[in-house]
Nanobody, 119 residues
Framework: QVRLVESGGGSVQAGGSLRLSCEYTASTYYMAWFRQAPGKEREGVAA???????TYADSVKGRFTISKDTAKNILYLQMSSLKPEDTAMYYC????????????????WGQGTQVTVSS
């Protein structure tokens, strides 16, 4: 069992930055960030493999960075140059069952943290 607790969301103007944190009780081979905007399907944003290889959605490449502090058991998502279309609930996920690391085939999910970007 893995417990995930996200924090760091908030409201920011377009062009601003936020850093999301996900405290986890156990690390898994893949850990990832997803987001879901109202009326839209959940989408993978960034995933990180245990060997530090990272995968990003095209929509966030060059703007978001996923990282992990193994000493503190925290997964981060640094978000820069935020756009109104980044507005969503952001979720941390762990333990990929199968398939692409940006598909929502994960066993464990946090409760989410809201990010709102205004123009």
């Amino acid at each position: 069992q893995v417990r995930l607790v996200e924090s760091g969301g908030g409201s920011v103007q377009a062009g601003g930055s936020l850093r999301l944190s996900c405290e986890y009780t156990a690390s898994t081979y893949y850990m990832a960030w997803f987001r879901q905007a109202p009326g839209k399907e959940r989408e993978g944003v960034a995933a990180r493999r245990a060997d530090s290889v990272s995968t990003y959605a095209d929509s966030v490449k060059g703007r978001f960075t996923i990282s992990k502090d193994t000493a503190k058991n925290i997964l981060y998502l640094q978000m820069s140059s935020l756009k109104p279309e980044d507005t969503a609930m952001y979720y941390c996920a762990a333990y990929l069952r199968s398939g692409s690391p940006l598909r929502d085939s994960y066993n464990y999910w946090g409760q989410g943290t809201q990010v709102t970007v205004s123009s």
